[in-house]
């Protein structure tokens, strides 16, 4: 019968989980838990486990909204705030401090450490499901930045080029008597075929533009950029700027 076949399934799968599933004490008061589930950089993940009178505190100590920070994730967005917080109720889990942390009690310990291993997952993904949602994001992340640190900008402006195409590109920054004209294209997804294009379009642009403009290139890496983007971009004298790292830009966009 089919019933006993997905039973058996189901015992191979509780065996593995239990098999894969390391405990460790680190301190007095604290047990951490490797899981066997993957995070978007093949890592097992782990929570802590806190015991305090007949109640248990499970956390992922900070790894995963940390993570996504340094990597370039942003969550001063508001679309992004949404996502987070519609997942963390969803799963009935509390942020402190950028921390993911759930109480249990002995009698519902393991839904409630399900719980947090799925809201963890979620969240590490949810910004890579869907690369419209990705861009979109990320644009307005860059967005953000701008008017954060004042950088005056006109956005979605069309070029043209000398093939007579028109070109869109996601900001211009115009001349001042510091710097020459500025355009910047922002990447959500660097890989090979958005570099191809981006220096397509500025090699069919450049020369119709004011002498000195420059074209930087916002890499989006909050996964690994290949190099061999980053040394394409810089081979026809484009600007690679990882987003982690465009505070070393910052003055050459403000002035």
Known sequence: MITNDINNILQK?????????????????????????????????????QK?????????????IN??????CELTNPKRKKILNTTLAGFGIQL???????????DDFAPKKHNLIQAMLAIDDMFY????????????????WFDMVNI???????LSGTSGFDHQFDFIIPKSNKENERIVQVISNPNKDN?????????????ERQEGTELFALLNDAKV????????LKNYNLNPVFWSKRNQIQSKLVT
């Open 152 to 158: 005056r900008y006109t956005p979605k402006i069309k």
């Open 52 to 64: 305090k009178d007949n109640t248990y505190i499970l956390t992922d100590d900070g790894n995963i």
């Open 67 to 72: 993570d996504l920070i340094n990597s370039g």
């Open 195 to 207: 570099a191809e294009t981006l220096v397509f379009k500025w090699i069919d642009t450049q020369k």
């Open 13 to 49: 799968y509780y065996h593995w989980l239990q098999d894969k599933t390391n405990i460790k004490q680190i301190d007095s008061d604290w047990v951490e838990i490797t899981t066997p589930y993957l995070d978007r950089h093949n890592d097992c993940l782990q929570i802590y486990v």
């Open 129 to 144: 499901l869907a690369t419209p949602h990705v861009t979109n994001l990320f644009f307005e992340d860059v967005t953000n």
């Open 225 to 232: 950029v290949p190099s061999a983007v980053v040394a394409a």
């Open 96 to 106: 402190l401090d950028n921390t993911l942390t759930v109480q249990a009690t002995a």
